[in-house]
């Protein structure tokens, strides 16, 4: 299972990165292109497929839902006590709060857990793209006027861009369809294009990170960086486990939402970052380092929830 984990998810995410990387350092793509292309095409399409075509119980789901916000907040007040200032304050939280569920969760579920696994995790998914597209965008912004030196926006124009965000409008289109047993699955001329996007987000949201890293020079690991991945790769697990058993989710449910948040953090953070004028610098460096590491903790924290080492998660 170890060596299936590192081959069949690791390094094919890793590999589609560095096509990204090297397609830029030969042809030098255009990142704007690219991230409006994920924001504003992939990702609601990706969402609304998705979502509208769970079969997870609405009970669960949201429970899930709650579970899931509880998480980002929790790790956003790790990070608020960890950092030194506000502008670290808000890269850390960009950083730390929000993890890579989809493109990473859902295959690492897909294998580990091939039953409940991705049922589970396209309500962590969608929970997490809403909290990316308004708190996530908060923050990038408040950071960009603190970077900028502009007098704060007042509370009615932070929430234009968030408006703006058809990732938004994508989960409540796909909650009403899932309401109504999502017909629009039945009108074939607009369900396969939608299909078409949707499959290919994952391929190109990988791309469009390595272009940003090939044009961003991540920094040395230390200081803030360093407190960023312990909190994402390490606290987030251990807020998971603590969470789950609060919720009272047991077994494989349990492992598939503790297993989830020890992914690495979202690519979203570093589009969003960088389309709102945030620190998109050490966003793409968070994003690069806990993609590498992640591998190896999901691998031990898999192995330690088969083994039963945390009793209300062992999956069976």
Not at 30 to 42: A, D, I
Not at 177 to 185: K, L, M, S, T, Y
């Amino acid at each position: 299972m170890i060596f299936q984990i590192l081959r069949d998810i690791c390094l094919p995410i890793l590999l589609v990165m560095g096509v990204g990387w090297g397609i830029d350092r030969k042809f030098r793509l255009s990142l704007e292109t690219l991230v409006k292309l994920n924001l504003y095409l992939f990702v609601p399409a990706f969402i609304f497929t998705r979502l509208s075509t769970s079969q997870l119980n609405d009970a669960i789901g949201l429970k899930v839902i709650a579970f899931t916000v509880s998480v980002i907040l929790v790790m956003g007040v790790i990070s608020w006590i960890v950092a030194r200032d506000r502008r670290e304050r808000i890269a850390m939280q960009l950083g730390t709060m929000f993890y890579n569920c989809g493109h990473w969760g859902i295959p690492l579920m897909a294998l580990a857990f091939p039953n409940q696994g991705p049922v589970v995790q396209v309500f962590v998914l969608a929970t997490m793209n809403v909290s990316m597209f308004t708190l996530g965008i908060t923050l990038a912004g408040l950071q960009a006027e603190h970077d900028s030196g502009a007098e704060r926006s007042p509370a009615w124009r932070r929430l234009l861009p968030i408006l703006r965000q058809p990732s938004i409008y994508a989960i409540v289109c796909a909650l009403v369809a899932r309401r109504f047993g999502n017909p629009i699955e039945d009108i074939v001329f607009i369900w396969k294009p939608l299909t078409y996007v949707a499959d290919a987000l994952v391929g190109f949201a990988l791309i469009t990170l390595g272009v940003q890293l090939s044009q961003t020079k991540p920094p040395k690991v230390g200081g803030r960086l360093a407190w960023a991945l312990g909190i994402r790769l390490l606290g987030g697990p251990l807020v998971a486990a603590g969470l789950t058993w609060l919720f009272g989710f047991r077994g494989e449910v349990a492992a598939i939402l503790i297993l989830g948040a020890a992914s690495p953090t979202a690519v979203n953070a570093a589009l969003v970052a960088h389309e709102f004028k945030g620190d998109s610098r050490f966003a793409a460096a968070v994003v690069f380092y806990t993609t590498l590491l992640a591998s190896v903790v999901v691998t031990l924290l898999l192995a330690t929830l088969k083994l039963g080492w945390i009793p209300w998660a062992h999956p069976g």
